[in-house]
T-cell receptor
Framework: NAGVTQTPKFQVLKTGQSMTLQCAQD?????MYWYRQDPGMGLRLIYY???????DKGEVPNGYNVSRLNKREFSLRLESAAPSQTSVYFC?????????FGSGTRLTVV | AQSVAQPEDQVNVAEGNPLTVKCTYS??????LFWYVQYPNRGLQFLLK??????LVKGSYGFEAEFNKSQTSFHLKKPSALVSDSALYFC????????????FGSGTKLNVKP
């Protein structure tokens, strides 16, 4: 998935631990997004950033924070992980009328 | 509220046969509709979009989709399925008032058997 890089690819956390998912795009686009993907529920928007320095809540923001420090990077933070946050997380950037997605982070909270 | 629905969790088709993956939408105005494909352990990839104009939209890998306003549908089609088409397919609609928001369907798993 050229253009959007996510790290890490896999992570296991204990309940209550914190972590930050990193995302970087090299296509100089303004809008970036964080989605979570759960079986049978498609993708749900957690947060998005329409431009550097701005962030807005999506459908399921509770338990997450984001940071858009520069145009290239958009990070997602879990301050106190819960088992309900076990999911696959995708970062995306918008170009034209569609998205380019990263390859995902598979997070398990035990 | 805007939404899309994919009524089938799974579609099975034999290689060489035509395939259809269904999507219906609920939008108060003119919809911006999309199809994405997800291969195992990968992010979603853009296949095609409908914004306006011709109701039959052609996209990547030989896929096409037909926009039907009267039936509020945007079904994905391919005349001759390949085993390599096996993947998870998502329909999506863009929010009319906030272009930063997309709403995705729950996904349809396409299985193409040799």
């Amino acid at each position: 998935n050229a253009g959007v890089t996510q790290t890490p690819k896999f992570q296991v956390l204990k309940t209550g631990q914190s972590m930050t998912l990193q995302c970087a795009q090299d296509m100089n686009h303004n809008s970036m997004y964080w989605y979570r993907q759960d079986p049978g529920m498609g993708l749900r928007l957690i947060y998005y950033s329409a431009s550097e320095g701005t962030t807005d809540k999506g459908e399921v923001p509770n338990g997450y924070n984001v940071s858009r420090l520069n145009k290239r990077e958009f990070s997602l933070r879990l301050e106190s992980a819960a088992p309900s946050q076990t999911s696959v997380y995708f970062c995306a950037q918008q170009e034209g009328n569609g998205y380019t997605f990263g390859s995902g982070t598979r997070l398990t909270v035990v | 509220a805007q939404s899309v629905a994919q009524p089938e969790d799974q579609v099975n088709v034999a290689e060489g046969n035509p395939l259809t993956v269904k999507c219906t939408y609920s939008v108060s105005g003119n919809p911006y509709l999309f199809w994405y494909v997800q291969y195992p352990n990968r992010g979603l990839q853009f296949l095609l979009k409908y914004i306006t104009g011709d109701n039959l939209v052609k996209g990547s890998y030989g896929f096409e989709a037909e926009f039907n306003k009267s039936q509020t549908s945007f079904h994905l089609k391919k005349p001759s399925a390949l085993v390599s088409d096996s993947a998870l397919y998502f329909c999506a609609v863009r929010d009319l008032y906030n272009f930063n928001k997309f709403y995705f369907g729950s996904g349809t798993k396409l299985n193409v058997k040799p």
